[in-house]
């Protein structure tokens, strides 16, 4: 079997004969320390047809400067972002407009990974919530959450970088 890379006009045709999501998607990153990881979130919420990324508490906010934006290929002019000083200030909103909100978070009573498709197959709006570098989600934040999902870990490190961790759960249902 011979296999020859798309390019061009090729990729754009390809993604347009793509499905569209079932799944109305938010992405808050809540207090994100590096500014590379929020660009780097706005990259991969782009390709994974992200509506809406929501930025708390110090993560940096577009517009972002030169090497910020070649980290984020321009995706923080193509997918819609707010600010809010406190994720609390914006969980009680989107739960009122009937989104499932998970945690990406060691957590216990967590939806594995693995299970997260069958979970949310009923529930067509989700708001996924990526924390700090350092410390994860915000105690309070998590107690408002649904639910939270957690990605196996194999080896003797319990944790990826948050970028990584987005992308895995963005592309897993």
Known sequence: MSLKQLRGKEVKRYFK????????????LENIQYAKNVANMFRTAESAGVEKILLTGISQRPPFGIGLKKVSRG???????????????IL???????????????????????????????KPKVC???????????KSTLELCDNA?????YGKNPSLNVNVS???????F
């Open 17 to 28: 004969d793509q499905p569209k999501r079932y799944h109305e998607i938010v992405l808050v």
């Open 75 to 89: 995706s923080e002019n193509k997918v819609k972002h707010e600010y809010f000083e406190k994720t609390l200030d």
């Open 92 to 122: 009680p909103t989107l739960k009122d407009a009937g989104y499932t909100i998970l945690a990406i978070e060691l957590a216990d009573n967590n939806v594995p990974l693995s299970s997260l498709k069958e979970f949310l197959k009923d």
């Open 128 to 138: 996924l919530i990526a924390g700090n570098e350092d410390s994860g989600v915000n």
């Open 149 to 153: 999902v957690t990605i196996p870990m």
């Open 166 to 172: 987005v992308g895995i759960v963005l592309f897993s």
